[in-house]
């Protein structure tokens, strides 16, 4: 009899001790760990040098198989590629005129999708010129960029990623290849020819 009115009595105050209205817990955001920055220089035979992320693997363009000069670097971990296309000017008809309007052409096209597109141009440490384009909004490259040195050599690289998730979500990843993508631009060296 007693332990039935104690647990009449805890039943009780557990009833009206939960006064509060539940709230569901806002959506959160996928966790994404970083890896320390490091970085190699390309192995791969190829008419430029650069310093890459250490945690990207360099693996041929699937894309296009015949342009063996084509790259790209796989952040496996991050769902992310940069492809890296590379031309010699003034071969195959190609003169740099030409080739800096395919490429512009190339981020205009995003403009549909983006809120802004802010593009810087820079002087590289081997007097290189390159220009860099961050996109904004929902698109499927959120920083492009090409270097040249405008007699010989073009290179555009691309960010993309494999991954539905959200620009907002991806935001920390963007950031933090870009900065992989200065260190690359500002190390490049074309080959002589």
């Known amino acids: 009899m007693h332990n039935r009115i104690l647990c009449t009595l805890v039943s009780i105050c557990f009833l009206f001790s939960c006064g509060q209205d539940y709230l569901p817990k806002p959506n959160g955001y996928n966790r994404i760990d970083l890896p320390e920055r490091a970085f190699d220089v390309l192995s791969m035979p190829q008419p430029y040098i650069f310093q ?49 309007n395919d490429a512009i052409n190339l ?43 405008s007699t010989e050599n073009f290179l555009r690289g691309a960010l993309y990623f494999n991954t539905a998730m959200k620009n907002d979500s991806l935001s920390p990843v963007i950031e933090y290849i870009k900065v992989d993508l200065i260190h690359l631009i500002n190390t490049l060296e074309f080959k002589k020819l």
């Open 52 to 100: 890459h992320s250490a945690h990207a693997q360099v693996e041929p363009d699937s894309f296009n198989l015949a342009e063996k000069t084509w790259i790209n670097l796989n952040y496996q971990d991050l769902g992310a590629k940069v492809h890296l296309t590379y031309l010699t000017l003034e071969s195959k008809g190609k003169d740099i005129k030409m080739v800096l």
């Open 107 to 149: 981020t205009a096209k995003h403009q549909i999708k983006a809120y802004g597109i802010e593009e810087s141009i820079l002087l590289t440490p081997k007097g290189y010129t390159g220009v860099v384009a961050e996109l904004t909004g929902e698109v499927p490259t959120q920083f492009q960029f090409f270097v040249t040195d």
